[in-house]
């Protein structure tokens, strides 16, 4: 979760609260942040109604990684103070990153009421209501956004919305608003890319590359160009290109990844010894008998995608949209 947040309230800390407060502001050791956190306990326990208290626990636990505890802190500010914005924020956020998106959506309304013009509550609403399958609404949403705020971010994200929906020329104008306002956008270039039908003109491969050649991109867009740049020389026929491009942005997204192969090694080996043979005999009949719903599950462009437009093309079978709920449940049964 990003540190920034909108300050649209500040509240008065008591000075026993100040030292831990302080830690917040800082990139403090864990052991300093469990001695805080058992400081605003201990002062909880005596002024059980402090706003302020839970509200400092709330964002030192969230330092912690410990989020379940971080959003009941934050819920129990907002029920004693109901107007602490920046609570509120948090605890739409944290939701929105456990993709509740109902009731993320539930906070956020609360928020946009008090502040219908904050670009920051706008698009997270819109982004709870695309989510939330509420396509319209969330189109909508966007709509107010880029023209009160345009942003070039925010007319990519729209320009997202629009091809969730199959508007693809509308979205293809939108992602294009985005690199005018922001010619170093490589999400944007890379949100182009990855619209199937959608071909670049030269002018557009020409300013990727120039782009790159610019050592203030920062990582991410670089990586993305990158990618973005391998399927426009694909699409050209210009395979050797492509291949070097799709090799670089590759290269770009590992530095990225906290990835070990001996601990994944070490992972397959330890659920092929759990799931066996014998482990599934013993569960046999369990689970629900419906026929119905059928979850394909793969990596990126491993075909998952081509199985499911298969499998809606009989006439008893309704594909969805792709859900990105899965690696949710897993993380919040490991404590999340």
């Excluded at 922001?182 to 039908?197: F, H, I, Q, R, V």
């Excluded at 990844?257 to 070490?266: C, E, M, T, W």
């Excluded at 009989?314 to 990105?324: A, D, F, I, Q």
């Amino acid at each position: 979760m990003e540190d920034a947040c909108v300050p649209k309230s500040e509240d008065s800390d008591p000075p026993s609260l100040a030292d831990a407060k302080a830690l917040l502001r800082t990139d403090a050791s864990p052991a300093a942040l469990v001695a805080a956190r058992e400081t605003v306990l201990q002062f909880l326990k005596a002024h059980p109604a402090s706003a302020s208290a839970h509200h400092v626990l709330a964002n030192v636990l969230l330092k912690l990684n410990r989020y379940p505890e971080a959003e009941e802190h934050f819920l129990r500010t907002i029920q004693l103070a109901p107007d602490h914005w920046k609570a509120r924020w948090m605890l739409a956020r944290i939701l929105v990153q456990r993709t509740e998106w109902e009731t993320a959506l539930q906070q956020i309304e609360v928020l946009v009421q008090q502040y219908p013009d904050d670009p920051d509550y706008l698009n997270l609403k819109a982004h709870a209501l695309l989510h939330s399958g509420e396509y319209e609404e969330a189109i909508s949403c966007f709509e107010s956004l880029v023209s009160a705020h345009p942003a070039a971010e925010h007319w990519m994200f729209y320009g997202y919305a629009l091809a969730t929906v199959g508007r693809y020329q509308e979205s293809i104008a939108a992602y294009r608003q985005a690199v005018a306002l922001k010619p170093d956008l490589g999400e944007a270039y890379w949100s182009l890319s990855n619209l199937k039908t959608f071909r670049f003109s030269l002018g557009e491969t020409g300013a990727m590359q120039q782009a790159l050649k610019e050592p203030s991109l920062d990582a991410r867009s670089r990586c993305l160009m990158h990618f973005a740049l391998g399927k426009a020389f694909e699409d050209a026929g210009e395979y050797e290109n492509s291949f070097q491009q799709y090799k670089n942005g590759n290269s770009l997204f590992r530095r990225q990844l906290q990835h070990s192969a001996d601990r994944f090694a070490d992972f397959v080996r330890r659920s092929k010894a759990t799931f066996t043979p014998e482990f599934f005999r013993e569960r046999a009949g369990s689970g629900n008998p419906a026929a119905d719903p059928i979850f394909i599950v793969g990596l990126p462009r491993s075909g998952s995608t081509l199985i499911e437009q298969i499998l809606a093309s009989h006439s008893m079978v309704e594909g969805t949209k792709e859900l990105t709920v899965l690696n949710a449940i897993a993380t919040r049964g490991s404590g999340y």
